[in-house]
């Protein structure tokens, strides 16, 4: 891996498929996989399993288009891949990502950042976003809510269509992936909604699934599994049998607040 220094406390890193993540030293963690590279990771695990799941419907609350929230903004590729996405795939669907983010100066110091070439037309939406923490062009409305996403969660009456759970590991960001995180998110979904997340943890399915989640694995596509949830029992994806997990390992236990406050 090349690793290049970074001002303030991040290290730019070069992943597998050739762009660039940065380690977060706060988390002591990557902003992304390196083993499965910063865009093929943000397209493989969230924004082509959640769009081929979720079509080109409309919201559940009949409104037109889609909403997404997008836990956390970070370097902004879960955001940046979704407008990639539509415009790749023609999809003329109007778009709201909701994105907290606690590091503001993380999302000012973005316009620096060496995104890969597809992220390219993107220039003003990065431009707009570190400026403004917002980005609208009357089809896509983009807002980074500067603050923590529990606060986030528990204020904003937005219902969500899509759900990018991409928050730093359940280890070293536990409070993003407990039972009670879940039941505030599960309030916001809507009944076909789509979570997507890399994490695989029985920890984290047990908290999904004692909020009325059901789980699935994502469809192969190359890259190492992770997890999708819905409110919907009809995913057309192959069901994660907990009860079996349970059975194989009885200590397991969902995440606990208590355990992190
Ligand atoms: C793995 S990174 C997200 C990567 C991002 N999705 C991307 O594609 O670039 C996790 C992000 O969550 C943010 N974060 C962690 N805990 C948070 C919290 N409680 N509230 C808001 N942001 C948080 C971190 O600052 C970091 O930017």
């Known amino acids: 891996m090349d690793r290049k220094p970074e001002t303030g406390n991040r290290v730019l890193v070069e992943t597998e498929d050739g762009t660039f993540t940065a380690r977060s030293s706060l988390f002591d963690e990557c902003y992304h996989s390196t083993r499965d590279g910063a865009l093929k990771e943000s397209l493989k ?12 419907r409309q919201s559940g609350n ?3 288009g889609l909403t997404i929230l997008d836990i956390c903004f970070g ?3 879960n955001t940046l891949a979704t407008l990639y996405h539509l415009d790749r795939e023609g999809l003329d669907i109007p778009v709201h990502i909701l994105s907290p983010e606690f590091d503001e100066a993380l999302v000012r110091s973005l316009v620096d950042f060496p995104y890969p070439e597809v992220f390219a037309p993107y220039r003003n939406v990065i431009e707009s976003v570190a400026e403004k923490g917002r980005y609208e062009n009357g089809k896509i409305r983009i807002d980074v809510i500067f603050g923590d996403a ?6 904003t009456d937005a219902v969500f269509d899509i759900v990018y759970q991409d928050a730093f590991s359940p280890k070293k960001n536990p409070l993003l992936w407990t039972k009670e995180y879940f039941a505030d998110l599960a309030c916001h979904l809507t009944p076909e909604a789509v979570v997507t997340t890399y994490s695989s943890a029985t920890p984290v399915r047990m908290g999904m699934v004692e909020n009325g989640l059901y789980v699935y694995e994502p469809p192969a596509e190359g890259v190492r599994s992770g997890t999708i949830a819905s409110p919907s029992p009809d ?12 059975v ?12 992190f406050k």
């Open 248 to 259: 194989r390992n009885p200590s397991a236990a969902p995440l606990d607040d208590k355990d």
């Open 75 to 77: 370097l902004g590729y």
């Open 62 to 64: 009949g409104k037109r």
């Open 150 to 155: 529990r606060e986030f969660l528990n204020t």
């Open 235 to 246: 995913l057309p994806l192959k069901p994660i049998d907990m009860a079996l997990k349970k």
């Open 45 to 56: 695990k969230h924004v082509e399993p959640a769009f081929s799941l979720i079509g080109n």
